[in-house]
């Protein structure tokens, strides 16, 4: 019989980081139209969409072995599910988002001890009132159903709010009390599943090609031959971080020198490694880098 390892994939802001990913990482994915079951090129894998805000719940339960989901949603969902492998991305790229109490920019509201006794409305209910309680403030803490950051004076005296930028705070006349929790994404996995050797060796090849397709943003690669009396002039100039590889070419004298760097780096370094007696340059984009 066949064997399946059962994934989840967020549906909505994390959605296009997510299939991004898995192309770089090797994985053709294809949406189908008004489908939330897209098609795979991996017979071993079943793959269904669906809300962050769910896939914590339906891992913990079995329903799924597997699936991407924020580390904010892990926590306010309270579940009890393996934590394979953090992977440092949020909707606009690389990175982790924010969630903030704010409030209207001329609210008396100066200090989180200020929020005694007032209604703050958010998604995120069980990990604000897990906050207010370690800060020993008592609110009334209500579930807000979308469009949160309109919702003060009127409807809330404050918001916790998912931001990455803080503009949509700005436009809306807000201003941020505190930082409440940073989160990013974790690929978790059902704790029966982990248990499964060959369900787990499948999870873990994945979050190695997956971590390899994030480092590999950004990134390229540069090859250049160089002689062997410009050698050390063109060493000097290659980042340290990450040694380069060295070859003697089949020329007496020569030398293939090859290095992974940033992309932004590598703009700025090929005219100087040019000057510097490198020749034949190279370069090329990465989808996976692998440490």
């Known amino acids: 019989m066949e064997r399946k390892l059962r994934f989840v994939l967020p549906k909505g802001s994390l959605e296009k980081m997510t299939l991004e990913l898995f192309k770089r ?36 339960k079995g329903i799924f072995d597997v699936g991407l989901a924020g580390n904010d949603w892990i926590l306010e969902r309270e579940v009890d599910v393996e934590r394979v492998k953090e992977l440092v991305y949020a909707k606009s790229g690389l990175g982790s988002v924010r969630w903030v ?9 100066n200090g989180i001890e200020d929020l005694k006794g007032k209604r703050i ?8 009132k897990a906050y207010l ?10 579930f807000s159903w979308g469009a949160t950051e309109i919702k003060p004076p009127y409807l809330a005296d404050a918001i916790m ?9 700005k436009a809306n006349n807000l201003r941020i009390l505190d930082t409440v929790l940073k989160s990013t994404t974790w690929l978790i996995a059902n704790k029966s599943s982990w248990r499964d050797s060959w369900k787990k060796e499948k999870i873990e090849s994945l979050a190695i090609l997956l971590e390899g ?14 002689s062997e009396e410009n050698l050390g002039k063109v060493m000097k100039l290659l980042p340290s971080l990450r ?31 040019k000057r510097a007696g490198g020749e034949g340059i190279v370069e090329y984009p990465l989808n996976k880098v692998i440490y």
């Open 161 to 169: 709010e998912l931001t990455e930028t803080g503009r949509s705070l």
């Open 213 to 226: 397709a994030i480092n590999g943003i950004g990134k390229v690669g540069l090859k250049l031959n160089v």
């Open 121 to 128: 409305a958010t998604e995120l209910v069980e990990v604000t």
């Open 25 to 60: 990482a090797g994985y053709r994915i294809e949406k189908r139209e008004r489908s939330y079951i897209p098609f795979i090129d991996d017979e071993e894998l079943e793959v269904l969409l669906i809300r962050t805000q769910e896939i914590p719940i339906y891992i913990e």
């Open 243 to 273: 040694k380069p590889t060295l070859s003697q070419l089949s020329e007496k004298g020569w030398w293939a020198v090859e290095i992974v760097l940033d992309g932004r780096k590598a703009r700025e370094l090929i005219p100087q490694i």
């Open 133 to 142: 309680k370690g800060k020993g403030v008592r609110a009334e803490v209500e």
């Open 101 to 109: 109490l704010a409030v209207p920019v001329n609210s008396n509201i």
